[in-house]
């Protein structure tokens, strides 16, 4: 069962289970092709979290719950194996040990496959109605008839529906708030200019491209007033890993008064992460950096360093933005009287 779409500018569903395996649409081949990816195994599944065939801190967590109902499905006697891969996939977004986390307090519980698949339809269903929740209050604290430029892939595509920075977004269009939307290209994997414009086209909400190294002149330019970006982690003093190049964009748009939001559901915050400095940043292949296409593009022999995420200071952040409620110029002491002082 998955839950459909409801509200205009939201049609997209790239995480749908399918009661014996996981299909998922691969963003691999987004925009060119769309091509589903049918996972029966958890170790498929881990895979494609991986290989980035399914990428968005909330989905690689929904997806990987299904891993787990797929493990209790075919192979009960091996769960924590599976756990464990599934686990593996990726460092950085904690959403994924987060659902984890989850389904196995509910393998100690006692649950059997149908009580995993239930568990794991509710952590999609939460993330979606998280999602809306958030698209409300953060388009809430626009002004009327603003611009916004985002970075990466925060919408349906990397969540179980709607988005969560791409979810304010929808919200601000649908309530009138929003006049411009930009969104950067997010090398080298292009998040943004492959699936952000798919996505926002798809959904018929016009948007701007612009090359990453363009943002500081854009914001120059008076046509942006808030960077509206999502989160992969946000630490217990409020410092946001996200996507590489989200820090530069937030010391631009404080050198040019420009707002800055963070937009991400309560699964997204670790309170056992002191600061920033804690946070595992992933390190993807140099290859990424290195060809386009397939195409090798620089010098052989060239060496490439490719962080995937970067940490943005909570001190550069105006407002982050979760379905619990909106902590303002975030520190521990706000972020505490949140979300408490663990999770
Ligand atoms: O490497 P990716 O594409 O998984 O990185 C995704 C991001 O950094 C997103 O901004 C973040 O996960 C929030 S998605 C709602």
New binding site residues.
């Given amino acids: 069962m998955t839950t459909q779409p409801a509200y205009s500018h939201d049609s997209i569903r790239a995480v749908i289970w399918q009661g014996d395996h996981l299909r998922l649409l691969d963003q691999r081949r987004l925009p060119a092709d769309e091509i589903w990816l049918d996972c029966h195994s958890a170790d498929e599944v881990a895979a494609a979290i991986r290989d ?1 065939v399914v ?4 989905a ?1 967590g929904i997806a990987a719950a299904w891993g787990v109902v797929i493990a209790a499905q075919r192979d009960p006697g091996h769960l924590d194996a599976a756990l464990a891969t599934l686990r593996a996939a990726r460092p950085t ?1 904690v959403n994924l040990m987060w659902a984890l986390d989850r389904m196995k307090a509910a393998i100690v519980r006692g649950a059997d496959a149908a009580a995993l698949a239930r568990e794991a339809q509710a952590i999609q269903d939460e993330d979606l109605a998280a999602n809306r929740h958030m698209g409300e209050l953060g388009a809430a604290l626009l002004g009327r008839g603003v611009g916004v430029l985002t970075h ?3 919408g349906s595509l ?2 179980a529906g709607f ?2 920075a791409l979810g304010v977004i929808r919200a601000g269009v649908s309530a009138g708030r929003i006049a411009r939307v930009f969104a950067g290209e997010t090398r080298p ?1 292009l ?1 943004g200019a492959r699936l952000t414009i798919w996505e926002l086209l798809r959904d018929r909400i016009p948007a701007t491209l612009v090359a990453d190294s363009a943002a500081a002149h854009l914001m120059k330019s008076g046509d942006v007033q808030w960077v509206i ?4 982690r946000i630490a217990a003093n409020g410092d946001v890993a ?2 590489i190049g989200t820090y530069q964009l937030a010391i631009g748009a404080r050198h040019h008064g420009v707002r800055f939001m963070v937009v ?1 559901p309560s699964s997204t915050v670790d309170m056992s992460t002191a600061s920033g400095a804690d946070i595992e940043i992933e390190l993807r292949s140099p290859d990424e950096l290195l060809a386009y296409a397939g195409q090798r593009t620089v010098a052989a022999g060239a060496q490439a360093w490719n962080p ?2 970067d940490v943005t200071p909570a001190s550069l952040i105006d407002a982050i933005v979760t379905e619990r409620g909106v902590v303002e110029r975030p520190d521990a002491g706000r972020m505490a009287a949140l979300f408490g002082t663990a999770r």
């Fill in positions: 980035l990428r968005g801190a909330p690689i977004a990466c892939n925060t990397a969540t988005g969560t994997w998040q970006v999502g989160a992969d996200n996507k991400a995937v995420f």
